[in-house]
């Protein structure tokens, strides 16, 4: 797609080096990219020859302005690129949730320490671990924490001078067996640690410690026959060893390893993360991303991966995947195992995301079955109450707008199976009617639409319908007449001010019940037609009164007026010009009298 001037002189100065670009259009960013080479990369959307798809070549359409950030490797390249997707959430860029509403479960920096959840990681010397993908998964941690060690829930400051001056009494949860009471020193500090420690291994996904710990004293106390107590820590066993069954992955000699596995469609992509942690898994997650560029697969993989890890804290050296993807991270190794203990991991995480992707399609092909019956419901409804000989799957309907005879213009939209065919929509020059005349101007629109479609052999509509009263209805009718197609098409119109259906050659109106599906999709239809005439209707307007402003002023002919017209369209913006930003368009004798006009305070 072609540059403007102006970009074209930006591109051509832009670095041949590595660093990321933004595109920008009238509102602010709409696209950030990483380039090994900016100025190759950057000028690859606009070459004529490349076969853009519609979705870049919109994004290329609306491109203002551009700007550039050198940068000294790929790899900085990759996460500047990262962290701007997520300050500016520019429209065009894949995006994910923001990782901080996660709830990560922390160790608080106290003497005494409580385990809580919260969303907030602070810089206050707590230990935070997470953050975890749901509520759900956490609280399971939690509550496994909360049955295998009593630790206290309260938020008395428990120091020793305050424990020791009595300041404070057990509570119920001292007698439900839940806190040892450390706020009477009914619990050494020392012994209140070490279960803080545990804990803090099983976080970190290490259980070993925990069941060693829960082994010796259960053998300890059936040692000395204490065989309630030892059941107790038999128990507390049990309950690790069934956390750590269902977290394990195929073997214990796999260490700290990232998994991303990555399947799409046209539309989205489905992907799935498993964080893995001294042989286990402590996170998964999986999401679904929707396409904004037809983006590869690599790509989006990429980009997920990079700020999931961000997101979750991941220090791991290695990340396996199931398609080969540029990673340019320091001290990070992609691998795509092919057997063995890491492929069943990967094949795990792959069957995640292969999930993920049957419900969501099945969800999808469940809607639009629900949705095609509900439209195919409306039509027939709308075919009984207007009495139609055949379903009205395609409709088309005309509107016209004039402002006191100015600018006199129509619109037809289309409407194929109850849905919008943008495509089809057609704008409509008025040619041969002078002044405003809705009849005949209605007369012309309908003779210009269906005499090409015949002329080009397109299928007609089963419906027409006629934003107006009875005149323009005749005169629509009249039309077909002419055409020689009048009785192969219905054609109804309706009236705004009681939405009174009219039939041809009947002066009796149809009354449609204002609750119905079929009038409402009438007036949808009617509605759309109306919106799209006047929005052509008001640009026409605008065009002609700033080109008959700017052709007013003395020196500046219609050739100058058209070329500031259609890149500035108003006066305010001209405005805003420097007398140097306008000498760059027209030249400077040129800009000097349009400035003048516009400034004559200056």
């Known amino acids: 797609?072609?540059?403007?001037?102006?970009?074209?002189?930006?591109?051509?100065?832009?670095?041949?080096?590595?660093?990321?670009?933004?595109?920008?259009?009238?509102?602010?960013?709409?696209?950030?990219?990483?380039?090994?080479?900016?100025?190759?990369?950057?000028?690859?959307?606009?070459?004529?020859?490349?076969?853009?798809?519609?979705?870049t070549l919109k994004l290329v359409s609306q491109i203002k302005d551009i700007e550039f950030t050198i940068v000294d490797t790929e790899a900085d390249a990759f996460l500047l690129e990262n962290n701007l997707i997520k300050q500016y959430q520019p429209k065009y860029n894949i995006l994910l949730k923001d990782g901080k509403t996660y709830p990560y479960i922390c160790i608080?920096?106290?003497?005494?320490?409580?385990?809580?959840?919260?969303?907030?990681?602070?810089?206050?010397?707590?230990?935070?671990?997470?953050?975890?993908p749901s509520v759900t998964t956490m609280n399971i941690v939690l509550d496994l924490i909360r049955t295998l060690y009593p630790l206290r829930s309260c938020t008395y400051n428990l120091s020793p001078e305050n424990i020791a001056a009595g300041k404070f009494k057990v509570c119920l949860e001292y007698h439900i067996g839940n806190c040892k009471g450390p706020c009477e020193a009914l619990i050494d500090e020392t012994e209140y640690n070490a279960h803080i420690s545990q804990i803090k291994s099983i976080l970190s996904g290490n259980l070993t410690i925990a069941k060693n710990y829960f082994k010796e004293h259960m053998a300890a106390a059936a040692a000395e026959f204490q065989f309630e107590l030892a059941h107790q820590y038999k128990q507390k066993l049990d309950m690790l060893e069934d956390f750590q069954a269902k977290s394990t992955v195929v073997s214990n000699t796999l260490t700290n390893i990232d998994v991303f596995t990555i399947t799409s469609n046209e539309q989205c992509a489905f992907l799935n993360y498993l964080k893995v942690m001294n042989g286990s898994i402590i996170l998964t997650q999986s999401l679904e991303i929707e396409k904004k560029l037809d983006e590869e697969d690599a790509d989006i993989l990429a980009s997920v991966i990079v700020q999931l890890r961000q997101e979750f804290e991941s220090t791991s050296r290695e990340v396996i995947?199931?398609?080969?993807?540029?990673?340019?991270?320091?001290?990070?190794?992609?691998?795509?195992?092919?057997?063995?203990?890491?492929?069943?991991?990967?094949?795990?995480?792959?069957?995640?995301?292969?999930?993920?992707?049957?419900?969501?399609?099945?969800?999808q092909e469940k809607n639009r079955d629900l949705n095609?019956?509900?439209?195919?419901?409306?039509?027939?409804?709308?075919?009984?109450?207007?009495?139609?000989?055949?379903?009205?799957?395609?409709?088309?309907?005309?509107?016209?707008?004039?402002?006191?005879?100015?600018?006199?213009?129509?619109?037809?939209?289309?409407?194929?199976?109850?849905?919008?065919?943008?495509?089809?929509?057609r704008h409509f020059n008025i040619k041969t009617v002078v002044g405003p005349n809705d009849f005949e101007s209605m007369y012309e629109i309908v003779t210009r639409r269906y005499r090409r479609l015949l002329d080009e052999n397109q299928p007609l509509p089963q419906l027409i319908i006629i934003d107006g009263g009875k005149g323009q209805l005749s005169f629509a009718v009249k039309a077909l007449k002419d055409l020689d197609i009048w009785g192969k098409v219905a054609i109804v119109g309706i009236a705004k001010r009681l939405e009174e259906i009219f039939y041809p050659g009947d002066n009796l109106p149809l009354y449609i019940d204002k609750k119905s599906e079929s009038l409402r999709l009438i007036q949808r239809i009617r509605d759309e037609a109306h919106r799209f005439a006047i929005t052509f209707h008001r640009s026409k307007r605008d065009a002609g009164t700033l080109k008959t402003e700017l052709t007013d002023i003395k020196g500046i002919g219609p050739v100058i007026a058209d070329q500031l017209l259609s890149k500035y369209r108003s006066v305010k913006k001209l405005r805003d010009l420097t007398l140097e930003e306008l000498t760059t368009e027209v030249g400077k004798a040129k800009a000097t009298i349009v400035y003048s006009y516009l400034h004559p305070a200056e």
Not at 109 to 131: A, M, Q
Not at 372 to 378: D, I, N, P, S, T
Not at 396 to 401: A, G, I, P, Q, R
């Open 321 to 363: 995947t199931n398609i080969e993807v540029n990673l340019p991270l320091d001290n990070v190794t992609v691998t795509y195992p092919q057997i063995g203990d890491k492929r069943k991991l990967l094949n795990l995480s792959l069957k995640n995301a292969l999930y993920l992707r049957k419900e969501r399609e099945g969800r």
């Open 1 to 55: 797609m072609p540059a403007n001037e102006e970009l074209k002189e930006k591109i051509s100065h832009l670095p041949h080096k590595p660093g990321i670009y933004k595109f920008f259009d009238n509102n602010g960013i709409i696209y950030v990219g990483k380039a090994v080479d900016i100025r190759k990369r950057v000028s690859s959307y606009f070459n004529r020859s490349a076969q853009h798809n519609k979705k």
């Open 108 to 132: 608080v920096n106290e003497r005494f320490p409580r385990v809580i959840s919260t969303r907030n990681k602070l810089n206050d010397g707590s230990r935070y671990f997470g953050p975890y």
């Open 372 to 425: 095609e019956k509900r439209e195919l419901r409306v039509l027939e409804t709308l075919k009984k109450d207007l009495r139609l000989t055949e379903l009205p799957r395609h409709i088309e309907c005309f509107d016209n707008s004039n402002f006191q005879g100015d600018n006199p213009v129509a619109s037809m939209v289309c409407f194929k199976n109850g849905k919008p065919s943008k495509k089809d929509y």
